[in-house]
T-cell receptor, first 116, second 117 residues
Framework: AQKVTQAQTEISVVEKEDVTLDCVYE???????LFWYKQPPSGELVFLIR??????QNEISGRYSWNFQKSTSSFNFTITASQVVDSAVYFC?????????????FGTGTRLTIIP | DGGITQSPKYLFRKEGQNVTLSCEQN?????MYWYRQDPGQGLRLIYY???????QKGDIAEGYSVSREKKESFPLTVTSAQKNPTAFYLC????????????????FGEGSWLTVV
């Protein structure tokens, strides 16, 4: 069975600080996909990134970066120079490549508060 | 605009009543999903459907029912058998197996808040 653990329930940082959100996953599959979503107060889940298990290259998108390490089963998310608009709940999720039976398993989320 | 539309945004249900949450998508996605989110918790899968006229139970299907008569629609009924239905419900969809065999991104609607009164 697949599992995603986000050990940090809540994080608060002062604006402009860097912050890293941790994500550890468990799966028996060799092919799988990892995702990060942002949930602002409005409730909608906003897709941020998808990564497949064969691509361990780190990715950077503006102030966002992701560090995927298969050796430690981690897919951490870093926000550089945080802004108040980054305040939200962030979810890490895992999808096994189960053809015809795909579904996402979510972590419990990390609530990030950026203090002005 | 393309996307996933959930309605209503807010719904109040009396105990013992069945209610249906609507989910419509115009993204031409094959797979659709329903998730439940409780305060301070992650999302849990209720039901999902990979193709029309077929659906499977997720992790917490008891007290819920779905139908998938059309590709673009996947309504969720919260029955009176669901003992604690107050929650935030999110519908999602994914490009299906014909175009993207596995791992395509799942996109979400804006959610529906259900409260039992």
């Amino acid at each position: 069975a697949q599992k995603v653990t986000q050990a940090q329930t809540e994080i608060s940082v002062v604006e402009k600080e860097d912050v890293t959100l941790d994500c550890v996953y468990e799966t028996r599959d060799t092919t799988y996909y990892l995702f990060w979503y942002k949930q602002p107060p409005s409730g909608e889940l906003v897709f941020l990134i998808r990564r497949n298990s064969f691509d361990e290259q780190n990715e950077i998108s503006g102030r966002y970066s992701w560090n995927f390490q298969k050796s430690t089963s981690s897919f951490n998310f870093t926000i550089t120079a945080s802004q108040v608009v980054d305040s939200a709940v962030y979810f890490c999720a895992l999808s096994e490549a189960n053809f015809g039976n795909e579904k996402l398993t979510f972590g419990t989320g990390t609530r990030l508060t950026i203090i002005p | 605009d393309g996307g996933i539309t959930q309605s209503p945004k807010y719904l109040f249900r009396k105990e013992g009543q069945n209610v249906t949450l609507s989910c419509e998508q115009n993204l031409n996605h094959d797979a659709m999903y329903w998730y439940r989110q409780d305060p301070g918790q992650g999302l849990r899968l209720i039901y999902y459907s990979q193709i029309v006229n077929d659906f499977q139970k997720g992790d917490i299907a008891e007290g819920y029912s779905v139908s998938r008569e059309k590709k673009e629609s996947f309504p969720l009924t919260v029955t009176s058998a669901q003992k604690n239905p107050t929650a935030f419900y999110l519908c999602a969809s994914r490009l299906g197996t014909r175009e993207a065999p596995t791992g395509s991104t799942i996109y979400f609607g804006e959610g529906s808040w259900l409260t039992v009164v």
